[in-house]
């Protein structure tokens, strides 16, 4: 953790700070909840639209990533796609608030559909060996387990997360996930907490996007190069290689999701990692491509630079010409850059 990190943390870590934060948090929460979903969801919309209006960072960054991304669609589609992305991120955190409410363990919930024959997955997840279970910044990716946790005889995903700030957050990410059927482990070691896993045969979960820091090997993503969080493949391999891509959509604007058909994959022990990320990213832009105003567009996906890469968010006031778009596209790309 960068110096400005950890100066941020100690901050919240700190009572004078962290109990006011808190009380303020858990009278939101309250609010906005009290009266079920719909009245959530009301205020969430209108809290994207004041961020849309305040935030011109935000704003900005989700802009140009979808100028970046959606390139082909027009620019007043592309608006809509970035002003939607940011309301179902908002959305995101309201569902982390009201799924203890909605959802049970072992147990069917009304506003959780799929059409996937739960009998065929399961057999392939159960199966004693480590499964790593992949998925992305889209719907809602917390809810995406709950194809596992609704039966009574699953075997309980192991989600490792770092703990987040201010504490009272993280509890309340701790207890959606926990009503969701899964088994939260702290890990502040990185792959040390995934290396116990696959040696206990854990089904293990974890979120893989763009982003993986200035020295992370290269792929593109909508034909945008960017650096992969890839780490994770190596140890898809040494537990077996097998895999699964999973997704749960928003039906609608309102509280139910619709679990989509996972993709599973058998990677054999010579496969090269970096094809696992390519089938990922595949599979990832088929999903956005359907559900582009779901995704996540407000992260900084591109800011990983490799050397003479340009800042992909300077002048973010400004839109994207194509001409502009091509130049932020067209960098240079060193094999050994692709090879993880």
């Known amino acids: 953790m960068d110096e400005q990190n950890q100066k941020g943390v100690h901050f919240l870590d700190r009572a004078v ?119 992305a910044h889209i719907g809602n990716f917390e809810i995406v387990t709950f194809n596992i946790g609704r039966t009574e005889s699953h075997a309980p995903l192991t989600l490792i997360a770092k703990p987040v700030r201010p504490p009272l957050l993280d509890r309340w990410l701790v207890r959606a996930r926990a009503a969701l059927g899964n088994e939260c482990v702290k890990a502040d070691e990185g792959g040390r907490a995934y290396m116990r896993a696959i040696k206990d045969k854990r089904q293990v979960g974890t979120l893989v996007d763009q982003n993986g820091g200035d020295f992370a090997p290269v792929e593109t993503f909508f034909g945008v190069p960017c650096t992969w969080q890839a780490d994770f493949t190596r140890l898809v391999l040494r537990a077996g290689g097998d895999v699964c891509f999973h997704f749960c959509v928003r039906d609608g604007d309102r509280f139910a999701f619709r679990y989509l058909p996972p993709e599973m994959h058998t990677y054999a022990p010579g496969t090269d990692p970096m094809q696992i990320v390519r089938d990922y990213r595949d599979a990832l832009e088929r999903v956005v491509r359907q559900y582009p105003e779901q995704y996540f567009w407000v992260h900084r996906r591109f800011k990983g630079r490799k050397k003479k890469w340009p800042d992909r968010y300077a002048n973010l006031g400004k839109r994207l010409t194509p001409e502009q778009r091509q130049e932020l596209v067209s960098v240079p790309v060193r094999e050994k850059d692709r090879a993880l």
């Open 17 to 135: 700070v962290r109990v006011p934060i808190e009380l303020a948090m858990r009278w939101c929460a309250l609010w906005w909840t009290i009266f079920g979903w719909r009245w959530a969801y009301f205020w969430a919309r209108w809290a994207a639209r004041i961020g849309w209006l305040l935030m011109p960072k935000v704003r900005g960054y989700s802009l140009r990533n979808v100028d970046l991304c959606l390139h082909d669609l027009s620019r007043a589609e592309r608006t809509r796609i970035a002003k939607l992305g940011l309301r179902h991120s908002v959305y995101q955190f309201v569902d982390y608030l009201l799924i203890p409410r909605y959802f049970k363990p072992g147990s069917e919930s009304p506003y959780f559909h799929t059409d996937v024959d739960a009998r065929e997955f399961l057999d392939w997840y159960n199966q004693p060996r480590a499964v790593f279970n992949l998925t």
